[in-house]
């Protein structure tokens, strides 16, 4: 994901659930340099991965730590909102979003609640560059999961990181924002698709 209308205000809450403390995957930004990890190639719409459902994650290995570091990085650029594990190739269930300078990671996220209250706005994704459509979504979220360590989380949030939050986890389903356009935007959607220059096979 790139990012939501501009003016969005969002109240973002993060938490290790049972404690109500920040957990250490909010709110601050990591040495990257001193970390050797990778800024990832973004997977761009037409490549199956991006919609194949993501496996849970089972074991919290060096792979999986490996994976949480470079989504973070990976996300913390300008203009990058939200960025799930298989968006760099990887058909895990991780995501990273980096909304209002909280910066994180969860993995195994699932939905919990979400407002009947919605939201309007233009929507945009790392793997649909340079486009942005008009897409609903509920106006707060809140997600659980677990963070690197295997402590329960939770990410909520209003605005911006409602939006995003089912975002992302519509990609670790194999679902893009663009299935969720109605039928004009959609079709006005899959013609400009079709017209990005690294996307022949829009799905
Ligand atoms: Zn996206």
Known sequence: MLGGKLGDTAIIVVS????????PVAGRRLRWKDWGMAIREIRIIGDPVLRTACEPITSLDKAVRDLVDDLIQTVDREGRAGLAANQIGVSLQAFSYNIEDEVGCILNPKIVELSEEHQDGDEGCLSVPGLWFPTRRAEFARVVGIDVNGDD?????????????????????????????DR?????????VRELPMASAPR
Not at 153 to 180: I, P
Not at 184 to 192: E, S
């Open 153 to 181: 989380v939770m990410v909520e949030g209003t605005g911006l990181m409602a939006r995003c939050l089912q975002h992302e986890v519509d990609h670790l389903d194999g679902k893009l924002y663009l299935d969720r356009l």
């Open 184 to 192: 004009l935007a959609r079709k006005k959607a899959m013609q400009a």
């Open 16 to 23: 290790r659930v049972g404690t109500g403390t920040l957990g």
